[in-house]
């Protein structure tokens, strides 16, 4: 199926760029009354026919194939039903009834015989075709990725500059050729200047196609990749790296091309110019039949998943990371001394470009010194790396997975790893290296698909076993998370009740809570909001500061924030404790309480506690103690103006640990 | 026909077809807009309206008979929220207390709705 996926949208492809590439050439080329240029217009125009109802044939493929594949079933490709639904209820749809219009339009118009003696019918007609042509290609990135991408207008914008410039260059290739080639012919002679001019257009076309293609495939591959493990670890990004590896000859012929072979048909016409034209056209088919091979894997990149949305499958047994030098100074100075002789290397090729006397010894002392820069700078950053180094968790940061965690911790890690992860459990006094301290930066600069990893395999060398089997997926990812939450706790153990302007770092995990009968909400809920004051209390210590929340809350949601108050005793009849006086407005969690107590007890660990959240989601400020009470009430409304006129709030936390 | 006529017939025909298009989903997002303007209109002039609603009593203001009540959803009114409600008659209030489970009645013409029954659930 996938093959037969890959064949019918190549197909399709090609043969659109192809018509697009056509109509331009023609217009490229200009219009010439010398019979064998004639003769070759009336070809590529009869092509030109051939490719629209071909184009249109493998594009009703492509329908069929995708309603089969949407409905999941055989029979629904030829189902009417079916059919329309896709046509008239999906986006893809919508474009391909437009595409496939436009496709028509373009056939019937080719069909009329029309007069172009005249110039400007000349132009009219042979413009009209092309525009037509444009159009239908240029659509389709409408419903392609980057309609799927936030701010969708100008990432189609983007896509459509790309296929377009692919479709100008890449398909004008072939038809230049077949110019070149009959002008290359001894009978070919009257079309020698018309051939030469076109080339010379053509080339200038394609440097600029070139130009834009690169710049649009940067855009779109930030986009859609965005990171090196999206790159060599997915489908796409390794679709994209055989298509850049096939660009690099295709760009290398050009630039051959476009250096040796044009200049040499400059000569006189009849005899210098013969073999050259020839040349010249063997190459460019050359390029164009490596092009058609480039569109094969941008047809299949059409229905890969980007990579920034599947899950990189790391191939090095390494990766390279800035922070393995934060407290190494040895490294870091290495790293240093190769920076530096690297940029030496830079120096020198750019010197080589620039300076054209000894360009070739001074290229290759440049890569040589390349070459050693990195072999320098290199080997300290390097750190151990796994298959799934790069894989996101499949559970995102919350307070139900972390309490989960736990539970899978204390039965099966606390052994070794001790009750606080400091690694001075029982169960390590007998191994060779002792457990490690998974509160230390050491673990926290290893990515949560590290440890997912060890989790899975064990460390055979060091004892650590493998949980592979023992523990499901999803509870490796919950222990993770409880592991990540332990250095953050670790971390957190010195912040305050005041707010540090500027500097957010503790995530906050997210939960979700309900207050009676109201539909459950989350932190998350607050995001870019609210700021939020998380009060776990406990009666009757918590009272004389509750009272005090409660006078104050107008003004705390006057200034923007939100009191959300946890029993930490996770009381259902929470409410009725709290009693008529004072009154007491605010949330009071009613469900979800346990959960919430559990995992943020690990930040503050105190009956009374307050977590001061930010709008991003940051743990900002942390008060412990019901003698908060005793304070100037007018102390936590000053931390909260303090976020409030904070310039640059941080990113917010990405959704799963890291 | 000469062929520049031809070109300038289809271009028109696209242009035109392009037109049509956007003035249709004009249309029609412009008619979807009025049913929904004409259906909250109906909503919010003058019709009785009569709700069943679940909440937890938060508050009780005896001095101007007022219960604020943690509600759920009230459709078609307003979304789940803490808020105070007006009783119709000064002894409702008496039948609950801070921290009770409630179900009760809203009854009125928006904004002007009043707490008409209400009675613990658990």
């Known amino acids: 199926m996938i093959a037969l996926e890959v064949l019918v949208r190549w197909a399709h492809l090609a043969l659109s760029v192809l018509l697009v590439g056509t109509a331009v050439s023609i217009l490229l080329a200009g219009r010439s009354d010398r019979p064998t240029a004639l003769g070759w217009e009336t070809r590529m125009l009869d092509a030109c026919r051939g490719l629209v109802v071909l184009a249109f044939a493998a594009g009703v493929a492509v329908l069929l194939l995708q309603t089969a594949l949407l409905e999941g079933r055989r029979a ?5 039903g079916a059919l329309r639904r896709v046509l008239l209820e999906t986006r893809g749809g919508h474009v391909w009834l437009v595409r496939h219009g436009l496709l028509l339009l373009l056939a019937a118009f080719l069909a009329v015989p029309l007069d172009v003696r005249r110039r400007v019918d000349w132009r009219a007609a042979r413009g009209e075709t092309a525009l037509l ?81 690169v710049a649009s495939g940067s855009v779109i591959a930030w986009a859609q990749v965005g990171s090196v493990a999206g790159l060599v670890g997915t489908a796409y990004g390794r679709l994209l790296l055989g298509k850049l590896a096939l660009l690099a000859p295709i760009l290398a012929l050009a630039a051959l091309n476009r250096r040796r072979h044009l200049p040499a048909l400059g ?24 092009a058609l091979a480039v569109l094969g894997l941008a047809a299949t990149m059409g229905f890969t998943p980007p990579a920034a949305h599947a899950e990189p499958d ?23 001394v190769g920076s530096q002789v690297l940029v030496l290397g830079a120096v020198a090729a750019l010197a080589a ?69 400091a690694g001075d459990g029982p169960g390590g006094l007998r191994l060779a290296r002792p457990p490690a301290d998974l509160r230390a930066p050491h673990t926290g600069q290893h990515t949560a698909g590290d440890l997912f990893w060890w989790i899975t395999r064990g460390i055979p060398r060091a004892g650590m076993p493998a949980f592979g089997a023992t523990l499901a997926a999803e509870e490796r990812w919950d222990v993770i998370n409880y592991v990540r939450a332990l250095s953050a706790a670790h971390a957190a153990r010195n912040m305050g009740p005041t707010v540090e302007p500027d500097r957010a770092w503790l995530v906050a995990p997210d939960f979700a809570y309900a207050v009676g009968p109201t539909p459950a909400r989350t932190l998350k809920d607050y995001r870019g909001r609210r700021v939020v004051l998380l009060t776990l209390y406990a009666l009757p210590g918590s009272r004389p500061r509750l009272a005090q929340l409660a006078d104050l809350y107008g003004s705390l949601t006057a200034l923007g924030a939100e009191v959300v108050a946890v029993p930490t005793d996770a009381a259902p009849d929470a409410l009725r404790r709290l009693g008529a006086a004072p009154r007491i407005l605010f949330p009071v969690v009613t469900e979800g309480a346990a ?54 709030p941080a990113p917010a936390p990405e959704e799963h640990v890291h | 026909m000469r062929a520049w006529k031809a070109a300038a017939l289809l271009n ?34 003058g019709v009785e309206r009569l709700w ?37 008659a000064p002894k409702i209030h008496e039948a609950v207390a801070v921290g009770d489970a409630v179900r009760f009645t809203l009854q009125g013409v928006p904004p002007n709705v009043v707490i008409t029954a209400i009675e613990k659930t658990r």
């Open chain 1, 76 to 80: 629904a490709a030829l189902d009417p």
């Open chain 1, 133 to 213: 042509g444009l159009a239908a290609l240029g659509a389709g990135a409408a419903a392609g990725h980057a309609a799927a991408l936030p701010g969708a207008l100008a990432a189609i914008a983007t896509d459509t500059v790309h296929v377009l410039a692919a479709g100008a260059w890449v398909g004008g290739l072939l038809p230049l050729a077949l110019l070149l080639r009959r002008a290359g012919r001894a009978e070919g002679a009257d079309a020698r200047p018309l051939a030469v001019l076109a080339a010379r257009r053509f080339s200038r076309l394609a440097l600029a196609c070139v130009l834009a293609l």
């Open chain 1, 267 to 290: 000569g006189e016409a009849l005899r210098v110019g013969r073999p050259a034209m020839r040349r010249l056209a063997r190459f460019v088919a050359g390029e164009a039949a490596l």
């Open chain 1, 314 to 336: 790391w191939p090095f047994a390494f990766r390279l990371s800035l922070e393995t030098l934060a407290d190494a100074p040895a490294r870091a100075a290495r790293a240093l």
């Open chain 1, 353 to 421: 470009l620039v300076v054209r006397r000894a360009r070739w010894p001074l290229l290759g002392g440049a890569l040589v010194v390349l070459g050693a820069g990195a072999a320098i700078a290199l080997p300290p950053l390097a750190i151990d790396a796994y298959p799934t180094t790069y894989v996101r968790p499949a559970v995102p940061y919350q307070a139900a997975s972390i309490v989960a965690g736990a539970a899978r911790y204390r039965e099966h890690c606390a052994v070794c790893h001790g009750p606080t992860g």
């Open chain 1, 595 to 648: 959960d919430i107590v559990a995992a943020y007890r690990m930040l503050a660990a105190a009956p009374h506690a307050e977590l001061l959240i930010d709008r991003q989601g940051y743990v900002r400020a942390i008060g412990r103690g019901a003698g908060l009470a005793a304070a100037e009430p007018n102390a936590l409304l000053a931390e909260i103006q303090e976020l409030n006129a904070e310039k640059v």
């Open chain 2, 12 to 45: 028109l025909a696209l242009l035109l077809g392009v037109g049509w298009g956007y003035v249709f989903w004009g249309a029609r997002t412009a008619r979807l807009e009025q049913e929904l303007r004409a259906a909250r209109g109906a909503a919010a002039a």
């Open chain 2, 52 to 88: 069943q609603v679940a909440g937890v009593v938060r508050a009780i203001v005896p001095e101007i008979n007022v219960l604020v009540i943690t509600h759920e959803d009230i459709p078609g009114y307003m979304p789940a929220m803490t808020m105070g409600f007006r009783a119709s």
